[in-house]
């Protein structure tokens, strides 16, 4: 599907009606990564976030591995540092 569409002051583009029904991730506060390819080429697509679920479990059982030499909780530590910084 082709549809014309302009570019208004500071670079917005509203996606017209036609392309938000067959593109459903389109809609209010999605959002998006573009990516110029070529001078001639911007895509938009759905931001996705990839999650290493395994790295992130792997520094957590690091951080439950460590034993502290002191009589505070781990999150007792980290209060007491956020208020030193």
Do not use: C, Y
């Not at 549809?3 to 002051?9: D, E, G």
């Not at 036609?18 to 911007?42: C, F, G, L, M, Y």
């Not at 460590?66 to 540092?81: H, Q, R, T, Y």
């Amino acid at each position: 599907m082709k549809v014309i569409s302009i570019i208004r002051q500071r670079g917005q583009l509203t996606i017209p009606d036609s392309i938000r029904k067959i593109a459903s991730w389109v809609n209010s506060n999605s959002v998006v990564s573009i990516t110029v390819n070529q001078p001639d080429e911007i895509v938009i697509k759905p931001h996705q976030t990839h999650i290493n679920w395994d790295e992130i479990w792997e520094n957590i059982k690091k951080s439950r591995s460590v034993s502290g030499k002191g009589k505070l909780s781990a999150a007792e530590f980290l209060a007491n540092d956020r208020k030193s910084h």
